[in-house]
């Protein structure tokens, strides 16, 4: 189990150790990575009227998911293919939700809701802010960072509240996906070869 360390400023780079990072602040931190949460269909275990799952979404701080209903919280993303997923963000806010913030959460991944697997599993502390972190801890291949989980199906489960907390406040939820290949300028993927060819491929 980890534990989530502070970022200074929102939309620096995260450790690589993925530890979850926190980035203080209302606004969700600008990161490179895309957000694909509108391809997918959200659910939750339960909610308050008013405080559905669509506020998990909204960009507004002042609103939350408010569940109603007995331990272990959900909030389900289904996607209609299987994608490739690499981080998610949480808001959370110990100073505004007390024993309605989180405290234990485990992340589950699989091919449908029948078959969904611990992928992480870590505790916090008093969280207030923007929470990211990798799905997965499986190191990529190259050693830098981790890889993505390929899956139809994401969930958070809420296992456990502050101060013994029975419902929970989640602020708000991003689903990120890898990095985009791009090419860097000046870069080609069909390259001309012959010298004249290349002295013609720019105009001068």
Not at 77 to 104: G, H, M, N, W
Not at 128 to 137: E, I, R
Request: aromatic content about 10%; proline content about 9%; glycine content about 8%.
């Amino acid at each position: 189990m980890t534990s989530a360390s502070a970022a200074g400023q929102p939309g620096m780079a995260l450790p690589p150790d993925g530890t979850p990072t926190l980035h203080k602040g209302r606004k969700a931190p600008i990161l490179a990575w895309p957000d694909i949460g509108y391809l997918a269909k959200w659910s939750v275990s339960s909610y308050k009227f008013g405080f559905g799952p669509e506020c998990l979404r909204d960009d507004d701080p002042d609103t939350f998911w408010h569940s109603d209903g007995p331990q272990p919280h959900f909030i389900t993303i289904e996607f209609p293919r299987k994608v490739a997923i690499q981080k998610l963000s949480l808001f959370l806010s110990f100073a505004l939700d007390d024993s309605y913030t989180p405290c234990t959460i485990s992340i589950r991944a699989g091919t449908g809701p029948s078959d969904l697997q611990d992928v992480r599993l870590f505790a916090l502390d008093k969280p207030d802010g923007w929470l990211t972190f990798d799905v997965s801890t499986e190191p990529n291949d190259d050693g830098e960072g981790f890889k993505p989980v390929h899956a139809y199906v994401i969930q958070v489960v809420i296992l456990a509240n502050h101060m013994n907390g029975k419902d929970t406040h989640v602020r708000g939820l991003r689903v990120l996906g890898p990095l985009e290949e791009s090419l860097g300028d000046g870069d080609d993927p069909f390259p001309f070869v012959s010298i004249n060819f290349k002295m013609h491929q720019c105009i001068r």
